[in-house]
């Protein structure tokens, strides 16, 4: 009678079919089958390289660069900002330029349209109002609280900043002086020792050059650095209230200066033949 074979994964042995006394079993020929090849350990968590470092700091390079360009003024309102030439200035991908411009968008600095790409943004009128009731709600308060503990090495501070935006308001020097401008808000924010507030104006301070721009300001750079130097002439002389007014007053004049509420051009006027 045939024999039919049971194989196990350790042995090989055989069962009998026959039917009557049990034949006599031979010693089982034992045999080891080696598994298949041990499968590797799953990878652990990715650990940060230098690589993510790099792109870090070029996206920051890339954002810090266009945001300057709009405070010193050399980046209109509405201006095309081609993906495929940003990463050929800074010599990086396409990737990365896509970072800083989201980035940028959530800063309200860049508007990115679908199917349009990305340009400069041009903020509405109401945005212009409201940006300036903050700041002026932000800065007579922090004027006035810095006014009472302001020490004499920051009044020499001030002082030296202002010498800064008097020879660059001298010499002509538009994004210096721009910059130099905005910047002194900023100095009597972190006097106060307080980073948030700090970000807070800059950040305000940069929409606000962007509306400065597309409204055309008419605020010259000669009266903005004549009322900084009467608001540190309040800090030095410790007066809280003159501080804070002069403070306000000055924000009022820059937003006065605006030219947020044009008339309706009279078309008749506007299209009549030479």
Request: charged fraction near 25%.
């Amino acid at each position: 009678m045939p024999c039919a074979w049971r194989q196990s994964v350790y042995t090989s042995a055989y069962t009998s079919t026959r039917t009557g006394p049990e034949m006599p079993r031979g010693r089982p020929n034992l045999r080891v089958i080696r598994p298949a090849a041990m499968a590797r350990p799953a990878p652990g968590p990715k650990r940060a390289d230098a690589g993510d470092d790099r792109a870090d700091t070029t996206t920051r390079r890339i954002v810090d660069s266009i945001t300057t360009a709009i405070i010193e003024r050399r980046l209109m309102p509405g201006t095309k900002l081609a993906e495929q030439k940003i990463a050929d200035i800074f010599k990086v991908s396409r990737t990365l330029v896509r970072q800083a411009l989201n980035q940028l968008s959530r800063d309200r600095l860049v508007r990115l349209e679908p199917g349009r790409g990305a340009s400069v943004a041009t903020p509405s009128v109401e945005e212009a109002h409201q940006i300036f009731e903050a700041r002026q709600m932000i800065e007579g308060a922090m004027v006035r609280q810095l006014c009472r503990a302001v020490t004499d090495a920051q009044i020499t501070e001030l002082r030296a900043h202002l010498s800064a935006e008097r020879a660059a308001v001298v010499r002509a020097d538009i994004p210096g002086r721009t910059r130099l401008l905005a910047d002194f808000h900023i100095v009597l924010a972190r006097m106060m020792g307080n980073d948030v507030m700090a970000q807070l104006l800059s950040d305000l301070l940069t929409r606000s050059s962007l509306i400065a721009l597309m409204y055309q300001s008419t605020q010259s750079a000669e009266a903005s650095f004549a009322e900084h130097v009467a608001i540190v002439d309040a800090l030095e002389r410790r007066d809280a209230r003159a501080a804070a007014r002069l403070a306000n007053e000055h924000l009022r004049s820059v937003e006065r200066n605006l030219r947020l509420d044009p008339r309706a051009p009279d078309l008749a006027q506007v299209l009549r033949a030479p």
